[in-house]
């Protein structure tokens, strides 16, 4: 399908970290598991309480800085080297597609790799948040004018930045392939995509370690761990493209 296909075009979920140390939020030992997610992650509980995100950042942000990219990224990043994927439509805040090397990441619920003031705009980056917040142990605020400096993750109850939904509507829509990984697609409006591809008579794939609901809307579902589907993946793709 690789081989036959224009365009590829990858989404990926929490799955794909899990396996470089990230727990999926949502699973037990999660990150919601331990901090209320409408106390601690709500657009609205920020503004009103940012203490509470810099609580909690104690603990996601060395999770997220102590993971490193595993096989997985790695052969996305390898599948554009090789000129097949277009690009990485990731829920992901944690970075680690760049890392890898993949060049066009669309990052659907931001990065928490920077920041920037609610009153001016200034941008920060996350090293500067965390000495500005004494790693934690206060809001971290902007030096200019004191208001609060807000990390770029999408908070629940705060639209995702239209610019980058709609790229990646535009690249879901005429993309002959998505490969889908460590994504259970329960969450909106990111679910929704695959469903644009499907509609211009596109393929899917979905890589995921446990089957989902929506396995029936895929051409073809790869039940495993992403680091050991993907890179064999991409070996069997170059041996039937003569890549040596």
Request: one cysteine or more; a negative charge; aromatic letters at 8%.
């Amino acid at each position: 399908m690789i081989l036959e296909s224009i365009q590829v075009v990858v989404l990926t979920g929490a799955g794909i970290s899990v396996e470089s140390g990230i727990p999926d939020f949502r699973s037990p030992g999660g990150l919601w598991t331990k901090y209320d997610p409408l106390l601690y992650g709500t657009y609205e509980s920020f503004v009103n309480h940012p203490e509470r995100f810099w609580e909690m950042a104690k603990e996601l942000h060395p999770t997220l800085e102590n993971a490193e990219p595993n096989p997985a990224h790695y052969a996305l990043a390898e599948l554009e080297r090789l000129g097949k994927c277009r690009a990485v439509i990731t829920q992901n805040i944690d970075n680690l597609h760049q890392r890898a090397g993949s060049t066009d990441v669309l990052e659907l619920h931001g990065t928490h790799r920077s920041g920037h003031c609610m009153s001016c705009r200034r941008v920060f980056t996350l090293e500067e948040m965390n000495e500005l917040s004494e790693y934690g142990e206060c809001v971290a605020c902007c030096p200019e004018d004191d208001a609060t400096i807000k990390p770029d993750v999408v908070f629940f109850g705060e639209p995702l930045d239209s610019k980058v939904l709609s790229r990646a509507a535009e690249l879901a829509s005429t993309s002959d392939l998505m490969l889908v990984v460590g994504c259970s697609l329960e969450v909106y409006p990111a679910a929704a995509l695959p469903e644009y591809t499907k509609r211009r008579k596109g393929r899917l794939v979905f890589i995921n370690t446990i089957a989902t609901y929506h396995d029936d809307q895929a051409d073809l579902v790869c039940l495993g761990k992403a680091g050991d589907v993907l890179p064999a993946i991409v070996e069997s793709y170059k041996k039937l493209a003569g890549i040596g």
